[in-house]
């Protein structure tokens, strides 16, 4: 099949493909808002549709004890291997919506960038494949490789209900390697093939120390104040060298090697550049590695947020009977969420003071993901960005996580490709997030050479 004509469908469509995109980010799918619940189903229809639209010969809704998943697929190309693509249709909250400087669920576009909430993470990026999956079938009526398409609704709350869902259908996802688009580029301009992502494992800390606010004239110095213990906590989980405190926490690290520390080093990163892009008087990290390789290759360990006692105008003289931290750790692949969970209540436990009741609540984890680059689908991903940006693509890691990734390709044994087109400046989870749609036009572009480019594996 002729690709160049696929390539013009795209070329001459591009203007609808945008407007195409605005009716998608025009329905607010918050997963973790009970409040949004018809949204997010509204989305998955909504998504279902636009499937079939685009030539898929079939797209179901399947139900799980949450949000629904969405699948569509194309099987017709006999004796072709079959590509799994996945993203996520849910998003963010929009909060604080003071700061958006158009309405997140009113799509604007302005300088080339389409603003609104869920723009870039991730409906734009599925909305790539979609697109590309159009121009293929619309021009030829085939394409050059089975597709299958998953489209999650509950990814930024934990994918929790993905494992059953892919337990339960195994065959139905059966395939040869699966295609994500839902992380950035290194950089515009330089299309990237992310090889790796970090865990997650996420608690909540909860703090008693009275069984109600107190008088804190009455009974000031005679009580610990919770908030006082849970600074004292905080403060000993990482030292003044970035090193996360708690025992046997780095056990099951695996070290980074001197290739990949070249390879890292290789890429064209400004330390300085990247401190003012982040606003900060100064960059912290752990010692003795560079700033790529904490943010992709090293763990973390981060407070989240931090809550309790008088928040009111004015002051009010109390000793507040409860304060609270929500905890996140960053995972690199080998360490397992729920291991680091045990290590992370231990030491809670033997460090707390004794005036205080401590409990540790797991609110989710997920694994890392590290690929092994060497298989082919890799070199036709090359091929696939080479010839659609023009541009030679570069191997990065991330420092984000998607937790279903390690057990997808656990379950299914097969390679994942994390070909995002996103930007890192694109304001993902933050107020006014944006989608380059020069990015969006080459990632329809770079997917329909992907597909062929998979299709000769
Ligand atoms: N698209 C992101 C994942 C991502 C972000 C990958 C940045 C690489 C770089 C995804 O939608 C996301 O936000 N994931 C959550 C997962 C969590 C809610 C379980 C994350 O990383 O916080
Ligand atoms: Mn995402
Ligand atoms: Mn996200």
Request: charged fraction near 25%; aromatic fraction near 10%; proline fraction near 6%.
């Amino acid at each position: 099949m002729e690709i160049k004509s696929v390539i013009s469908f795209a070329e001459k469509h591009s203007q609808r493909f945008i407007d195409d995109l605005v009716e998608f980010v025009e329905i607010p799918s918050v997963s973790s808002s009970s409040e949004h619940i018809d949204d997010v189903r509204r989305c998955a229809e909504f998504l279902k549709d636009k499937m079939l639209q685009s030539g898929l010969q079939r797209a179901e809704i399947f139900e799980t004890a949450g949000h629904p998943v969405v699948y569509g697929e194309w099987l017709a190309a006999e004796g072709k291997p079959t590509v799994l693509i996945y993203g996520h249709y849910d998003v963010q909250p929009v909060d604080p919506l003071e700061l958006w400087e158009s309405p997140p669920f009113e799509p604007a576009i302005r300088n080339g960038r389409m603003y609104g909430r869920g723009t870039v993470d991730d409906k734009g990026q599925i909305y790539v494949h979609l697109k590309a999956i159009e121009s293929w079938l619309s021009e030829h009526g085939q394409l050059p490789l089975n597709v299958k398409f998953i489209a999650e609704g509950e990814e930024e709350i934990g994918s929790e209900h993905l494992e059953e869902f892919l337990e339960n259908n195994r065959e139905l996802l059966k395939a040869d390697s699966a295609v994500i688009s839902d992380t950035p580029m290194f950089k515009k301009g330089m299309p990237s093939i992310c090889y790796g992502l970090r865990g997650l494992a996420y608690f909540q800390l909860n703090l008693r120390g009275s069984k109600q606010d107190l008088h804190s004239g009455s009974f000031g110095g005679a009580v610990k104040n919770p908030i006082h213990a849970l600074a004292e906590i905080i403060s000993q989980l990482k030292d003044e060298s970035g090193q996360i405190s708690i025992p046997g926490f780095y056990d099951d690290v695996i070290p980074i090697s001197k290739k990949e520390h070249a390879d890292l080093s290789a890429l064209p990163f400004d330390k300085e550049e990247y401190r003012e892009d982040v606003g900060a008087p100064a960059l912290f990290g752990e010692k003795g590695y560079s700033v790529l390789e904490n943010l992709w290759a090293r763990p973390t360990l981060d407070v989240c947020g931090i809550w309790g006692g008088f928040q009111g105008e004015g002051a009010k003289t109390i000793i507040p009977a409860e304060a609270h931290a929500k905890v996140s750790m960053r995972l690199v692949p080998n360490q397992n969420p729920e291991r680091v969970g045990d290590l992370f209540e231990a030491f809670i436990k033997e460090i707390a003071p004794p005036e205080v009741e401590v409990s540790v609540e797991r609110l989710h984890g997920g694994d890392g993901f590290v690929a092994d680059v060497s298989h082919p689908a890799f070199n036709a991903a090359k091929r696939a960005l080479q010839k659609g940006f023009g541009k030679k693509a570069v191997f990065i890691r991330e420092g984000g996580s998607i937790p279903f990734v390690q057990t997808m390709v656990d379950t299914l044994k097969i390679p994942c490709l994390l070909i995002g087109f996103g930007l890192p400046n694109e304001n993902a989870h933050a107020p006014n997030e944006w989608l380059d749609l020069e990015n969006y036009q080459l990632g329809i572009i770079s997917s329909i050479y992907l597909y062929e480019e998979l299709a000769q594996n």
